[in-house]
């Protein structure tokens, strides 16, 4: 490592370096993921960040938002309160049809496989 890259490494923030450590986590254990676009069938890998249930819905909800080191996913599971095994820090892989909300990919009710620790 050079010292330019050196200092660059230094001069990193907590969430860059979170970041990194995502991306070579899921880059290690995963095959790189599908371009994401709109209404378009994607394959998806990361991170767990967060799991919530919108509190104004009638339906039960339960969505997380993964992070693959560059780009944040929301998937969202119509039906469901919970998950077994879905919680923050889980890496997890996903697939379905993307649809854009807000800007926010999302793919709802995805067939997902939870990656165990090496």
């Known amino acids: 490592m050079g010292l330019i890259s050196a200092l660059r490494e230094l001069g990193k923030s907590a969430t860059e370096h979170e970041?990194?450590?995502?991306?070579a986590r899921t880059r290690a254990q995963l095959a790189p993921c599908d371009?994401?676009?709109d209404r378009q069938p994607a394959r998806v890998a990361g991170v767990v960040r967060s799991v919530t249930m919108p509190a104004k819905v009638n339906v039960p909800v339960l969505m997380a938002e993964i992070f693959d080191g560059e780009t944040?996913?929301?998937l969202v599971w119509i039906g469901r309160r919970t998950i077994p095994g879905i919680e923050p820090g889980v890496l997890l892989s996903a697939r379905g049809r993307v649809a854009l909300r807000a800007g926010v990919p999302t793919i709802f009710n995805?067939?997902?496989e939870i990656v165990p620790r090496s």
């Open 72 to 74: 944040a996913v929301q």
């Open 110 to 112: 995805p067939p997902y």
């Open 35 to 37: 371009p994401l676009r």
């Open 19 to 23: 970041a990194d450590e995502i991306r």
